[in-house]
C-alpha cells in the first residue's frame, strides 16, 4: 500500500490526502483556476479536481445521471473513443457527509480506426471518477486516471490484459478510499454564488 501525504487544494480551501509520490501539475505547466492536478512522479496516473457546473436536473435527474453526464463531457472531445462503465454505486465522504456522493469505474479506449473492438483498442485508461454534489449548483469532479498503454495493458495477442486491468482498478481504489476518507472542505465560501 502507498504512502499518503496531506496535500491543500484550492489555496488550502480543500485539503485530502494523496500517494506521496504526486507532484502538483502546476510546478510543471499552468492549469486552469477550476482544476488541481496531480501526476505520480514515477508513473503515468494523475489526479484531477475541479469545480463544474452541475448539469440541470431534466438532463440528470439523479447523481449517478450527473456523474455519466461528466464522464461522457470528459470523453467527447476524442470520436473514436468508447467508455465502458464498469461500475457505478452513491458512496460516502467521510469529512463531507452531507453532500451526495458517486463513485464510477470506466474504461475509456480509444484507436486510429473506429473498427477496431474494444479489446484492439491502441490504448486505455482506467478511470475511477469520484463526484461530489457541493452548494450552489457546483459538482467537484474527481477523476484518478490511469493509462493502460501496449506496454502495459495489452496482452500478447493485442487484447487488453485483464489481469494488468485488475492491478489497475485496485490501485485506483486504493487512492479513491484514501480521498474519500481525507477530502475536506475547509473554506465553504469556495461555493458562495
Same mark, same amino acid.
Given at each position: ?19 506521496? &509520490? ?23 496516473? &494523475? ?97 484518478? &486516471? ?9 496482452? &500478447? ?37
Amino acid at each position: 500500500m502507498a504512502a499518503f501525504q496531506s496535500i491543500d487544494l484550492f489555496g488550502g480551501a480543500v485539503k485530502a490526502q494523496y500517494p506521496k &509520490n504526486f507532484i502538483d501539475a502546476s510546478e510543471l505547466r499552468q492549469i486552469p483556476d477550476h482544476q488541481e492536478v496531480y501526476l505520480e512522479s514515477d508513473g503515468f496516473t &494523475n489526479i484531477v479536481v475541479e469545480f463544474l457546473e452541475r448539469p440541470p436536473d431534466l438532463k440528470c435527474p439523479t447523481d449517478v445521471d450527473a456523474a455519466l453526464f461528466h464522464l461522457s463531457d470528459i470523453s467527447e472531445d476524442d470520436e473514436l473513443l468508447e467508455t465502458d462503465v464498469r461500475s457505478k454505486d452513491t458512496i460516502q465522504f467521510q469529512k463531507a457527509s452531507n453532500l451526495a456522493a458517486v463513485s464510477i469505474i470506466a474504461l475509456n479506449a480509444s484507436s486510429s480506426s473506429r473498427e477496431a473492438s474494444l479489446e484492439e483498442r491502441v490504448q486505455s485508461t482506467l478511470i475511477r471518477l469520484l463526484l461530489l454534489r457541493a452548494k450552489n449548483a457546483t459538482d467537484i469532479l474527481i477523476t484518478i &486516471n490511469i493509462p493502460l498503454t501496449s506496454e502495459h495493458g495489452f496482452g &500478447n495477442d493485442g487484447k487488453l490484459d485483464q489481469a494488468l486491468i485488475e492491478q489497475a482498478t485496485s490501485k485506483a481504489d486504493n487512492i479513491a478510499q484514501k480521498i474519500s476518507e481525507t477530502f475536506e472542505i475547509v473554506d465553504e465560501s469556495l461555493f458562495a454564488g
